[in-house]
């Protein structure tokens, strides 16, 4: 018995070295065919968004060509894009400078203090809008940051698809922007001409009238930001428009056997 424990001890450790080597094995494996059925998911994935026709893709000019040739007009259009809101503005300042310390009823305290606080009003808005347009010609380079942020050269159809839709964000910022702005010009010019009208004398309220009339430019004549980007929904309801098709005429009925009047709809995925 004292001869066979040795024996034993190194057929033990033998075979437990077998197992640990045999678990390594199995276990490699299942990594292994792991590592390879993502790597399969991932083709799948690829070769399905290749061989799918996104409208992005279609549209001519793309956003991406889109953001180039609007980049190159923005270096000189951004310095004078603005004018319908400095129109406004302009005319609102006139009509306070030439209301300023002409008071309808000079001995009337409430007269007085309203027409003050008109003109302020009127040239804190005017002042303010002045500036902000100047700052933002100066600072506010839209479309060049998006042609500097799409720049890159697509290597497959999912690249491509994401430069078109990161174009379109860019396309779409500035107009989303120059709407507000067109409105927010228009109620804050409007209300500071108004009040100015209702304060100052009779022989300065056409310039005050005349002001108000002048903050609605800003909604009469567009941000081009909001050309662009109307023009690129256009383009873009083309490309889907040519993926339905609704048509009449005479449609086979009863398994083709006579024709009868209907509508025929088709759809192109």
Known sequence: MTTNRPLMLVVNLVLFFCLSIKTQVVSGQDSETSAQGEETRKILDTEVIESVEYPELQVQPSASQRLRIEAINERVSRWHMHWPIQLSSLSLLLAATKADGNYPYPDNERSVGQLDDSVLLAQAVSGGWLAGTVLLSTLYK????????????????????????????????????????????????????????????????????????LSLTPMLFRYRWLDVWSWHQTYKKRVYGSLSNLSGGFVPVAGGARMAPGAHWQLSF
């Open 142 to 213: 839209p479309y060049e940051t998006g042609r500097e942020k799409t720049s890159f050269r697509p290597k497959n159809k999912r690249m491509a698809l994401m430069k078109e839709r990161l174009a379109e964000e860019y396309l779409q910022g500035p107009a989303d922007l120059g709407w507000k702005l067109s409105l927010l010009s228009t109620g804050t010019h409007l209300g500071a001409s108004l009040f100015l009208a209702s304060s100052t004398t009779t022989e300065d309220r056409p310039y005050a009238i005349a002001a108000a009339a």
